[in-house]
Protein backbone atom coordinates (compact mmCIF):
# COMPACT_ATOMS: atom_id res chain seq x y z
CA UNK A 1 0.00 0.00 0.00
CA UNK A 2 2.04 3.21 -1.20
CA UNK A 3 1.42 6.43 -0.72
CA UNK A 4 2.86 9.89 -0.67
CA UNK A 5 2.60 12.97 1.20
CA UNK A 6 3.64 16.06 -1.26
CA UNK A 7 4.16 19.56 -0.25
CA UNK A 8 4.50 22.91 -1.44
CA UNK A 9 5.04 26.46 -0.03
CA UNK A 10 4.17 29.60 -1.91
CA UNK A 11 4.03 32.93 -0.68
CA UNK A 12 3.85 31.16 3.03
CA UNK A 13 1.39 29.42 2.68
CA UNK A 14 1.94 25.64 2.39
CA UNK A 15 -0.03 23.37 0.44
CA UNK A 16 -0.26 19.04 0.58
CA UNK A 17 -1.81 16.31 -1.10
CA UNK A 18 -1.69 12.41 -0.73
CA UNK A 19 -1.19 10.53 -4.05
CA UNK A 20 -2.86 7.24 -3.13
CA UNK A 21 -2.00 3.78 -4.95
CA UNK A 22 -4.41 1.26 -3.80
CA UNK A 23 -8.18 0.71 -3.67
CA UNK A 24 -8.30 0.42 0.27
CA UNK A 25 -8.13 4.11 0.24
CA UNK A 26 -10.93 4.50 -1.28
CA UNK A 27 -13.29 5.16 0.96
CA UNK A 28 -15.80 8.12 2.33
CA UNK A 29 -13.01 8.05 6.07
CA UNK A 30 -10.31 8.35 4.03
CA UNK A 31 -11.19 11.59 2.29
CA UNK A 32 -12.93 12.39 5.84
CA UNK A 33 -9.53 12.55 6.95
CA UNK A 34 -7.85 14.33 4.18
CA UNK A 35 -10.48 17.06 4.99
CA UNK A 36 -9.78 16.73 8.47
CA UNK A 37 -5.89 17.22 7.58
CA UNK A 38 -6.91 19.89 4.98
CA UNK A 39 -4.99 18.04 2.29
CA UNK A 40 -5.79 17.22 -1.26
CA UNK A 41 -6.18 14.11 -2.61
CA UNK A 42 -4.69 14.05 -5.67
CA UNK A 43 -7.48 12.91 -8.33
CA UNK A 44 -5.60 10.35 -10.67
CA UNK A 45 -6.97 10.60 -13.75
CA UNK A 46 -7.05 7.85 -16.42
CA UNK A 47 -4.66 5.96 -14.73
CA UNK A 48 -4.88 2.64 -12.82
CA UNK A 49 -4.35 4.29 -9.83
CA UNK A 50 -7.65 4.61 -7.50
CA UNK A 51 -9.87 8.29 -8.87
CA UNK A 52 -10.91 10.10 -5.85
CA UNK A 53 -12.33 13.11 -7.14
CA UNK A 54 -13.32 14.75 -3.72
CA UNK A 55 -12.64 17.90 -3.03
CA UNK A 56 -10.46 17.38 0.28
CA UNK A 57 -8.62 20.98 0.56
CA UNK A 58 -8.87 24.41 -0.75
CA UNK A 59 -7.32 23.34 -3.59
CA UNK A 60 -7.51 21.01 -6.07
CA UNK A 61 -4.06 18.64 -7.80
CA UNK A 62 -5.27 16.60 -11.23
CA UNK A 63 -2.66 14.19 -13.00
CA UNK A 64 -3.67 13.08 -15.56
CA UNK A 65 -0.71 10.05 -16.51
CA UNK A 66 -2.56 7.71 -17.55
CA UNK A 67 -2.80 7.45 -21.65
CA UNK A 68 -2.71 4.75 -23.75
CA UNK A 69 -2.45 7.13 -26.96
CA UNK A 70 1.26 6.53 -28.43
CA UNK A 71 1.92 10.59 -28.92
CA UNK A 72 -0.16 11.12 -25.98
CA UNK A 73 -3.82 12.32 -24.86
CA UNK A 74 -6.03 13.56 -27.90
CA UNK A 75 -7.19 17.12 -27.57
CA UNK A 76 -10.57 15.90 -26.91
CA UNK A 77 -8.99 14.44 -23.90
CA UNK A 78 -7.00 17.72 -22.83
CA UNK A 79 -10.36 19.90 -23.71
CA UNK A 80 -12.35 17.79 -21.33
CA UNK A 81 -9.65 18.08 -18.46
CA UNK A 82 -9.21 21.65 -19.56
CA UNK A 83 -12.97 22.32 -18.95
CA UNK A 84 -13.13 20.11 -15.72
CA UNK A 85 -9.99 22.36 -14.69
CA UNK A 86 -12.34 25.16 -15.02
CA UNK A 87 -15.24 24.08 -13.18
CA UNK A 88 -12.98 22.98 -10.30
CA UNK A 89 -11.25 27.00 -10.78
CA UNK A 90 -15.32 28.38 -10.53
CA UNK A 91 -15.39 25.93 -7.47
CA UNK A 92 -17.74 23.41 -9.02
CA UNK A 93 -17.45 19.77 -9.07
CA UNK A 94 -16.87 18.28 -12.60
CA UNK A 95 -19.44 15.39 -13.75
CA UNK A 96 -18.18 12.24 -14.35
CA UNK A 97 -15.31 12.03 -12.01
CA UNK A 98 -15.64 9.21 -9.15
CA UNK A 99 -15.97 10.38 -5.89
CA UNK A 100 -16.60 8.42 -2.24
CA UNK A 101 -18.53 10.95 -0.41
CA UNK A 102 -22.65 11.93 -0.78
CA UNK A 103 -20.83 15.57 -0.95
CA UNK A 104 -17.66 15.66 -2.61
CA UNK A 105 -17.06 19.26 -2.39
CA UNK A 106 -15.41 20.51 1.25
CA UNK A 107 -17.99 23.70 1.16
CA UNK A 108 -21.04 23.49 -0.51
CA UNK A 109 -20.72 27.00 -1.45
CA UNK A 110 -17.77 26.36 -3.46
CA UNK A 111 -14.06 26.33 -2.98
CA UNK A 112 -12.19 28.61 -0.62
CA UNK A 113 -10.89 31.64 -2.72
CA UNK A 114 -7.58 31.16 -1.72
CA UNK A 115 -7.15 28.67 -4.77
Aim: hydrophobic share 40%; with cysteine.
Amino acid sequence: MSRKLTSIEINGTYYRSQKVRHANFKTPDFVSLARACGVAVAIAGDSDYPQIADISADFVYARIMGTSEPLGYSEAALDLWADRARTWAKGGMPEGLETMTKSPMVNPDGMSSSM
